[in-house]
């Protein structure tokens, strides 16, 4: 279990993490989501000790990172997959791993299996890697202590479909054998697949934090018409909040019956009515990304 409570890290006048909290439960895997500069790998960095918080605090299994004994055999971390020696291969960084956490040797051989770099592959020099090669590498590697909890921020990014498709199966097969992972992503398609819980962090604040079921129901309902204008004015005599989709469709604060009952009476032809399943989180993602390129562009 991960639990995280009122997080924040401050550079200067920058508040990069602002009382971040929120839990990470054993047997499903939670996806920490955020647009790039959002503070989730601050964030992760923070959990994992290699930065140190402003004001909070961070728990693993019920300890601090730092005061775990031999931290790799309960938790695996994958911070940044090219943060590897060049100049030695696969196998060798994964033997030294091995050796400083007191497992056999075998170990290095099966974890090279499971992630698809066996034979060959594991005695090329990392220098020689793909960038989803070395993603590869950083979750053998994470995967090796056998832990109970695993931490990855970005592992898809280089990945082919086959390689991302081979990654959920991996990593929800560890959560249904009881482990934790919190698996980071700028992506919301990405984790929406495989992930039980999210939790979305914007410029440094949690935005939104449930389970998937929940956060897909508040998304709302999504409505097309032959003309968008009149359901528009439909829309609003009716009193219903609403947002334009990036595809033009509506997404209303409304169940399908309450718009399927104003639009019969406005005599607005419907072409399209469901829930919006993802539409709304994909929204509030655009928004997110909008504001953060807009202060970078005034910056």
């Known amino acids: 279990m991960i639990t995280v409570e009122e997080l924040s890290k401050r550079y200067g006048a920058h508040q990069s993490v602002d009382r971040v909290s929120f839990q990470a439960q054993p047997g499903s895997v939670t996806g920490f989501l955020g647009p790039n500069g959002a503070g989730k790998s601050t964030t992760m960095r923070m959990m994992t000790g290699l930065t140190p918080p402003s004001a909070g605090r961070s728990t693993i299994l019920g300890v601090p990172y730092a005061e775990l004994p031999n931290p790799g055999r309960h938790v695996g971390v994958l911070l940044d997959a090219s943060a590897q020696h060049n100049g030695r291969t696969g196998r060798e960084i994964l033997r030294l791993g091995a050796t400083v956490m007191g497992l056999r040797r075998q170990r290095v051989d099966e974890m090279l299996q499971i992630v698809g770099?066996?034979?060959?592959?594991?005695?090329?020099?990392?220098?020689?890697?793909?960038?989803?090669?070395?993603?590869?590498?950083?979750?053998?590697?994470?995967?090796?202590?056998?832990?109970?909890?695993?931490?990855?921020?970005?592992?898809?990014?280089?990945?082919?479909?086959?390689?991302?498709?081979?990654?959920?199966?991996?990593?929800?097969?560890?959560?249904?054998?009881?482990?934790?992972?919190?698996?980071?992503?700028?992506?919301?398609?990405?984790?929406?697949?495989?992930?039980?819980?999210?939790?979305?962090?914007?410029?440094?604040?949690?935005?939104?934090?449930?389970?998937?079921?929940?956060?897909?129901?508040?998304?709302?309902?999504?409505?097309?018409?032959?003309?968008?204008?009149?359901?528009?004015?439909?829309?609003?005599v009716s009193g219903y909040t609403y947002q334009t989709s990036p595809d033009g469709a509506y997404v209303v604060d409304a169940t399908r019956e309450q718009i399927a009952t104003a639009t019969a009476q406005h005599g607005v032809v419907v072409t399209e009515l469901r829930g919006a399943d993802g539409a709304g989180l994909e929204d509030m993602f655009l928004q997110l990304t909008a504001e953060d390129a807009r202060e970078k562009v005034t910056a």
């Not at 700028?186 to 956060?215: F, Q």
């Open 117 to 236: 770099l066996s034979g060959d592959e594991g005695d090329r020099r990392v220098g020689n890697y793909s960038l989803g090669m070395r993603q590869r590498l950083g979750i053998a590697h994470a995967l090796l202590g056998d832990p109970q909890v695993l931490i990855l921020d970005e592992p898809a990014n280089g990945l082919d479909p086959a390689g991302i498709h081979w990654m959920r199966g991996l990593l929800k097969s560890f959560a249904d054998r009881g482990g934790t992972v919190l698996l980071s992503s700028h992506l919301l398609h990405e984790i929406e697949v495989i992930a039980d819980h999210l939790v979305v962090i914007g410029r440094g604040v949690i935005v939104a934090d449930g389970s998937k079921a929940e956060l897909l129901n508040a998304a709302g309902t999504l409505v097309r018409a032959l003309d968008p204008d009149a359901l528009a004015r439909c829309l609003d």
